[in-house]
Nanobody, 121 residues
Framework: VQLQASGGGWVQAGGSLRLSCADSGRTFSAYHMGWFRQAPGKEREFIAAVARDEISTYYADSVKGRFTISRDNAKNTVYLQMNNLKSEDAAVYYC???????????????WGQGTQVTVSS
């Protein structure tokens, strides 16, 4: 799995962004996928995960109802649709793959390089 995240940028509070994370490898469908974020001076935080079946999804309480994770195994890509963005959502967002469906960043591997999300209030 070799991951490349994209889609970050600047948005006003209340706006939306869609992040993508593409895998250039050949084993994408074998892994559960997660999105995490890290703001300056803070620990990396779990945001959402989607199982390799493309169906089961899990969210942090802080984003539930605003963010939607999805994946397309045919395209080797995982997405994060972010709506109603708040200033506290500003961070570098990372995607990663895991053999376990987990909230813990320690179970994830093959981290992408991250994409910056800036929210202006």
């Amino acid at each position: 799995v070799q991951l490349q995240a994209s889609g970050g940028g600047w948005v006003q509070a209340g706006g939306s962004l869609r992040l993508s994370c593409a895998d250039s490898g050949r084993t994408f469908s074998a892994y559960h996928m997660g999105w995490f974020r890290q703001a300056p001076g803070k620990e990396r935080e779990f945001i959402a995960a989607v199982a390799r079946d493309e169906i089961s999804t899990y969210y942090a309480d802080s984003v539930k109802g605003r963010f939607t994770i999805s994946r397309d195994n045919a395209k080797n890509t995982v997405y994060l649709q972010m709506n109603n963005l708040k200033s506290e959502d500003a961070a570098v967002y990372y995607c990663a793959a895991s053999p376990l469906l987990s909230y813990s960043p320690r179970t994830y591997r093959n981290w992408g390089q991250g994409t910056q999300v800036t929210v202006s209030s």
